[in-house]
């Protein structure tokens, strides 16, 4: 099991500039919604964004200790659009 904040602090050691907001999602732990801005994912397509994020997490995923991670990826500009549409 790992918490909210050690899954914000694996991001942004591999993103230093990430913005990071994990919820989680059943409260046991293991499943998680994380939305993640980051200059990082500019000219990437989503697939790659995503695959930035798996890298950066993949210890916990592959221990099982998060069984299950919805990903949504933006650059700032991205963010900044869709932030101020809600």
């Known amino acids: 099991m790992v918490t ?3 899954i ?5 050691a591999e993103m230093s500039d990430a913005e990071v907001r994990v919820n989680d999602l059943t409260g046991g732990g293991d499943h998680f919604e994380v939305t993640v801005v980051s200059t990082e994912f500019a000219d990437r397509s989503l ?3 995503h695959q930035l994020v798996y890298k950066a997490v993949q210890t916990a995923m592959s221990s099982e200790a998060i ?3 919805a990903l ?5 500009e991205t963010w900044s659009s869709v932030s101020q549409s809600a």
């Open 67 to 69: 069984h299950a991670l």
């Open 4 to 6: 909210a904040d050690q």
């Open 47 to 49: 697939v790659q964004q």
């Open 8 to 12: 914000v602090s694996m991001i942004q």
């Open 72 to 76: 949504k990826t933006y650059t700032p």
